[in-house]
């Protein structure tokens, strides 16, 4: 990087002005959206390299097809057990239950969370709700 310098090949990274966060913000979530919209462009059109549309299309997965899972062997209550308890006892705003109640819990709960583990896999359908997640952004503290 000094070299680059000292040879004048530096660049200076310049971002855009803004008086606020929030229109910075847009205009980077902006940028994003098109770079995975040009990148989809070009993928329709490397798949079909005789098409004139410029217009991209989502591509929606066949619903119709149905995956079936041929050498998916059940883990035992006992596994399942065995995994819960190595867990640390922290948990998430999306938990349904502290890790820590879980835990004092489990052999009331077993046959029902192996059942939740082993449903998905044998019907290959995993419920929206196992598809949410909680984003929290750590914050970089000044050096």
């Given at each position: 990087?000094?070299?680059?310098?000292?040879?004048?090949?530096?660049?200076?990274?310049?971002?855009?002005?803004?008086?606020?966060?929030?229109?910075?913000?847009?205009?980077?979530?902006?940028?994003?959206?098109?770079?995975?919209?040009?990148?989809?462009?070009?993928?329709?059109?490397?798949?079909?390299?005789?098409?004139?549309?410029?217009?991209?299309?989502?591509?929606?997965?066949?619903?119709?097809?149905?995956?079936?899972?041929?050498?998916?062997?059940?883990?035992?209550?006992?596994?399942?057990?065995?995994?819960?308890?190595?867990?640390?006892?922290?948990?998430?705003?999306?938990?349904?239950?502290?890790?820590?109640?879980?835990?004092?819990?489990?052999?009331?709960?077993?046959?029902?969370?192996?059942?939740?583990?082993?449903?998905?896999l044998?019907?290959?359908?995993?419920?929206?709700?196992?598809?949410c997640?909680?984003?929290?952004?750590?914050?970089?503290?000044?050096?």
């Amino acid at each position: 990087m000094v070299t680059k310098h000292l040879l004048g090949e530096s660049k200076e990274v310049i971002l855009p002005s803004s008086t606020s966060s929030q229109p910075l913000a847009q205009v980077f979530s902006n940028l994003f959206i098109n770079k995975v919209e040009g990148i989809r462009s070009d993928i329709i059109r490397e798949q079909n390299p005789h098409s004139t549309s410029e217009y991209t299309v989502d591509v929606i997965p066949d619903t119709s097809v149905v995956t079936t899972l041929t050498d998916f062997v059940p883990v035992s209550d006992q596994t399942i057990k065995l995994i819960i308890l190595k867990l640390p006892n922290t948990s998430c705003e999306l938990d349904p239950i502290p890790t820590w109640l879980l835990k004092s819990c489990i052999d009331e709960l077993l046959s029902i969370l192996t059942k939740k583990v082993h449903t998905p896999l044998e019907t290959a359908y995993v419920s929206e709700v196992f598809k949410c997640s909680g984003i929290r952004p750590l914050l970089k503290t000044g050096t």
